[in-house]
């Protein structure tokens, strides 16, 4: 028996109008920041990773890391020197899409490397 759509798809609460607004570049020409906030398992990976699909096609680099593994790449480069050089990287990208925000607890270090 097949299922029915709503059984299917939680309800996320987007404003469509809000999400095809942000899908226009004016954000990213503006340099703004998008933060997407809600609870596990409501979709924000699946919009920020809609965002950085389209970014290209607008001509603009796009990165996506893991929070995790961002900061133990962070570590990693500080330890074999390449830490200013891998700043650098990260400061050149047009749309850095963070995701797995909240997942661990940030030390010193981290909470610097984010700033």
Known sequence: ???S???ISAHR?????KVLALHKEHWLKANEN??????TGTGKTWIAC????????LDYS??????PRLFED???ARLDGRFPRLIDELARVQLLVLDDWGTHT???RQRLDLL
């Open 74 to 76: 962070l570590a990693l």
């Open 62 to 67: 796009v990165l996506y890391v893991r929070m």
């Open 50 to 57: 809609a965002f950085a699909r389209q970014a290209p096609r």
């Open 1 to 3: 028996m097949p299922q």
């Open 34 to 39: 998008l933060i997407l906030k809600s609870q």
């Open 5 to 7: 759509k709503t059984s």
């Open 106 to 108: 940030l030390n010193d």
């Open 13 to 17: 609460g987007l404003d469509r109008r």
